[in-house]
């Protein structure tokens, strides 16, 4: 069973830093290099592994400004937690949401709110 986290703070500087309250076992998980898309929650998702598991890094609404920003200046992207110092670079997270927005555009398959929401944040990414 996936373990799933949602992104409680972005900062935006010479990268965009995504963070978690806390990920057990933080340091020893790996870039999973693919995301998903969770239309009931509007949220995109950055899949993380652990040598047991999947780890759900949920990239809600309320993100997704500084994501586009970071999409089109072409800012890494970085993954960390409130109490380790360690963190990762999300590599394939621009591919990744490249690849979603253009599938989801005009496609009703993900949903009105979820279509409606990507055209309003996204909106160089969904012409």
């Known amino acids: 069973m996936a373990i799933r986290h949602n992104i409680n ?7 965009l830093t995504l963070s978690i309250e806390k990920g057990e076992g933080f340091s020893e998980w790996k870039d999973g290099s693919r995301m998903l898309v969770d239309s ?3 949220s995109f998702i950055y899949v993380m592994e ?11 609404e309320q993100f997704w400004g500084q994501l586009n920003e970071a999409l089109s200046k072409e800012l890494p ?18 591919s990744e949401l490249s690849y979603l927005l253009e599938n989801i ?3 009703s398959n993900y949903g ?6 990507v055209e309003r ?7």
Not at 9 to 15: C, D, K, L, N
Not at 50 to 60: F, G, N, Q
Not at 122 to 127: D, I, L, T
């Open 77 to 94: 992207v970085v993954l960390k937690t409130a109490e380790e110092d360690h963190s990762f670079e999300l590599s394939a997270l621009h």
């Open 40 to 42: 009931d929650q509007l």
């Open 105 to 107: 555009k005009g496609n």
């Open 112 to 117: 009105d709110n979820m279509l409606e929401a």
């Open 50 to 60: 652990t040598e047991d598991d999947l780890v759900y890094i949920s990239l809600p």
């Open 121 to 127: 944040l996204f909106p160089a990414n969904s012409k």
């Open 9 to 15: 703070q972005a900062e935006t500087g010479e990268q």
